[in-house]
T-cell receptor, first 115, second 116 residues
């Protein structure tokens, strides 16, 4: 069955430090992968997506992610974190088998940024 | 900003009442999805609709929950005879009709449902 695992529930980094959020997926075919960010009380905003092609994907707000098929991973990175990046981050895989068209989400990683 | 619009943002109901959550997709989008987020959890898929059709309802509880997306007007998620366990944030997302599987889903700000 398709699934997404985000092993880190909480991460705290200092402002200006680099960031990597881990995501592993289980999917039978070539996956469509997404990272979303959710600020408190808000909906989800798409950071970036991978469908095919270059395995290093650039997104908004200075984020990037790298698809590694051999490791079934799609980790999110940012070279220098800003205080405004504090939020919850969700990795998702698109399940487009048959007639469906749904996203399967991980449980999220809550990012705290220290001054 | 013609994003996905959900209302109400907050809804309080007593046990046994009905809850109706509304979602207007982004302009030009004809596919709607509903997800539920329980406290401390990620989003779980509930149902996928196109205009006047339910395409995939595999994530919907078997009883008390229903969804529709009429030809005119918003999509409605209806929960009858609510119970405490229905307290959650309900998110709607939409995507274009053309090539939907290659299009990301855009989310609304959600409806926070609280059951007293």
């Amino acid at each position: 069955a398709q699934s997404v695992t985000q092993p880190d529930i909480h991460i705290t980094v200092s402002e200006g430090a680099s960031l990597e959020l881990r995501c592993n997926y289980s999917y039978g075919a070539t996956p469509y992968l997404f990272w979303y960010v959710q600020s408190p009380g808000q909906g989800l905003q798409l950071l970036l997506k991978y469908f095919s092609g270059d395995t290093l994907v650039q997104g908004i707000k200075g984020f990037e992610a790298e698809f590694k098929r051999s490791q079934s991973s799609f980790n999110l990175r940012k070279p220098s974190v800003h205080w405004s990046d504090a939020a919850e981050y969700f990795c998702a895989v698109g399940d487009y088998g048959g007639a469906t068209n749904k996203l399967i989400f991980g449980t999220g990683t809550l990012l705290a940024v220290q001054p | 900003n013609a994003g996905v619009m959900q209302n109400p943002r907050h809804l309080v109901r007593r046990r046994g009442q009905e809850a109706r959550l509304r979602c207007s997709p982004m302009k030009g989008h004809s596919h709607v999805y509903w997800y539920r987020q329980l406290p401390e959890e990620g989003l779980k898929f509930m149902v996928y609709l196109q205009k006047e059709n339910i395409i995939d309802e595999s994530g919907m509880p078997k009883e008390r929950f229903s969804a529709e997306f009429p030809k005119e007007g918003p999509s409605i998620l209806r929960i009858q005879q609510v119970v405490r366990g229905d307290s959650a944030a309900y998110f709607c997302a939409s995507s274009p009709g053309e090539g939907a599987s290659n299009q990301p889903q855009h989310f609304g700000d959600g409806t926070r449902l609280s059951i007293l």
